[in-house]
């Protein structure tokens, strides 16, 4: 697709970009290489004031950022501005404990002294998504920054806009020319970049199908990755629940970023007892979502980033019901400027449905009944993806066992799925490896150098 800003809410093209010519990237590869040189011997005490002076640039920018997001991938304006304002969080998360996190792990050997000391590697390739065009960045840029990496971003090419805005936010808070760069480039030069010598490893965050060509060509290179690829997150609900709290929730879990998140709960699993209220409920709630301009305050759902995506989310949903899915309430396209779909329920998904056995990215519910906690575990497992999962549940031995069975990176108990600095984040089978935030996540780019002294 081309480089290019499309405004979701109306279809318009708003702006157009050049991608970077084969000599561009070269420089930009050269920049980042030399960059590294001088940056990796920074102190964590420089990394800090720069990180923290990053946050303030957010902060101090976020309804100008905000809007940058919100007209290129169609999300509320409300949401956009607290995910700048999370952004910065991040930043002050690693600025104040990256230095802990990264300190020389002494071990008792018969040695005079043995140690672990964690150093960067290098120039790292971050293929990163339209879905949290800020959130997603940052979250690989605060640690690998605080690690004393540098980044070279390949952004979708749907947010090009939020891409350049990325790289003069860090430019603006001092960080050194190299440290952190855009490249303009579309999907079909990600092999010539991360084939370079110069770039050490990378990450992605996208579809399976994605993550899976960028992980072979790098395990061929034998260069480090971390994928966080898709989700069809399970939504038990028990009838130990609090049931008001849990449909609230759903509404949200399901909503969020227009209904385009990779946690967004998708399968909504209910015990026999307690489907019929909850389904008619749920469907109540998702009913009274205003759809429009997400630029206005009172908008709950925004548009679909792009023509494609209403288009398959539409015919996901056209198939499930001709196999014989029931509607609860939405299932259309709305006739309108711009990619608007209805906020969806669905109940009676027969098995191979698109609604049951595939990732549907807008905002769709699917709804299943089970007869107890074993088939709720099975139905929640049967799933090639395992990213987070959401269980509610008021007795301890359901917590326990859905805990321990249920096969996910995450599992939230009366919550809904949500990232946090603070904790780890990633999946397991389809929905990649290797994890996100917390201190796990500023390891994953270090080498982890053991050192003996006799």
Do not use: H, Y
């Given at each position: 697709m081309p480089i290019a800003t499309v405004n979701p809410a109306t279809g318009e093209v708003l702006e157009t970009f050049e991608p970077l010519s084969d000599e561009q990237i070269d420089r930009?590869?050269?920049?980042?290489?030399?960059?590294?040189?001088a940056y990796r011997k920074t102190s964590f005490a420089e990394r800090r004031e720069k990180m923290l002076r990053t946050a303030e640039v957010l902060e101090s920018r976020r309804e100008e950022l905000g809007r940058i997001i919100t007209t290129e991938m169609g999300k509320t304006l409300r949401s956009a501005v607290a995910e700048v304002e999370k952004s910065a969080w991040g930043c002050r998360y690693y600025a104040e404990h990256a230095e802990g996190f990264l300190a020389d792990e002494v071990i008792e050997t018969n040695a005079r002294k043995s140690y672990v000391r964690y150093q960067p590697l290098g120039p790292v390739l971050?293929?990163?998504?339209?879905?949290?065009?800020?959130?997603?960045?940052f979250r690989f840029a605060a640690p690998a920054l605080m690690a004393g990496n540098v980044g070279l971003l390949k952004h979708a090419?749907?947010?090009?806009?939020?891409?350049l805005a990325i790289e003069e936010v860090f430019r603006e808070a001092g960080f050194p020319e190299g440290v952190f760069q855009t490249l303009l480039i579309g999907s079909d030069r990600v092999e010539r970049v991360l084939s370079d010598p110069r770039v050490v490893a990378a990450t992605l965050t996208g579809s399976d199908a994605a993550g899976s060509r960028v992980a072979s060509q790098a395990g061929r290179l034998i260069k480090t990755t971390v994928l966080e690829l898709g989700g069809s997150d399970p939504y038990v609900v028990t009838p130990s629940a609090h049931l008001d709290a849990a449909v609230k929730t759903a509404v949200q879990a399901r909503n969020q970023n227009n209904g385009q998140s990779c946690i967004a709960a998708k399968r909504f699993i209910v015990f026999d007892q307690i489907a019929?209220?909850?389904?008619?409920?749920?469907?109540?709630?998702?009913?009274?979502?205003?759809?429009?301009?997400?630029?206005?305050?009172?908008?709950?759902?925004?548009?679909?980033?792009?023509?494609?995506?209403v288009r398959g989310v539409d015919e996901q949903v056209r198939s499930s019901v001709r196999m014989g899915a029931r509607v609860l309430i939405g299932g259309r396209r709305l006739d309108r400027p711009g990619f608007y779909y209805e906020p969806t329920v669905l109940a009676r998904v027969p098995?191979?449905?698109?609604a049951r056995c595939e990732e549907i990215f807008g905002p769709v519910a699917s709804v299943f009944r089970v007869k107890d906690l074993d088939e709720a575990i099975a139905l929640a497992n049967d799933t090639k993806y395992g990213l987070g999962a959401s269980v509610w549940t008021s007795d301890e031995a359901e917590r326990q066992r859905f805990v321990d069975e249920i096969e996910a990176g995450m599992v939230f108990v009366n919550g809904m799925?949500?990232?946090?600095?603070?904790?780890?984040f990633g999946g397991v089978k389809a929905s990649g490896y290797g994890r996100e935030l917390s201190e796990l996540g500023i390891r994953e780019f270090v080498n982890a150098k053991t050192v003996w002294i006799g």
């Open positions: 930009k590869l050269q920049l980042a290489t030399d960059a590294f040189r971050a293929v990163m998504p339209w879905n949290f065009p800020f959130w997603q960045v090419s749907n947010v090009p806009q939020c891409a019929d209220e909850f389904e008619r409920r749920f469907a109540e709630q998702v009913g009274t979502l205003r759809v429009g301009d997400p630029m206005d305050d009172s908008t709950d759902v925004g548009p679909l980033a792009m023509e494609q995506i098995d191979g449905a698109p799925v949500a990232s946090d600095p603070r904790l780890p």
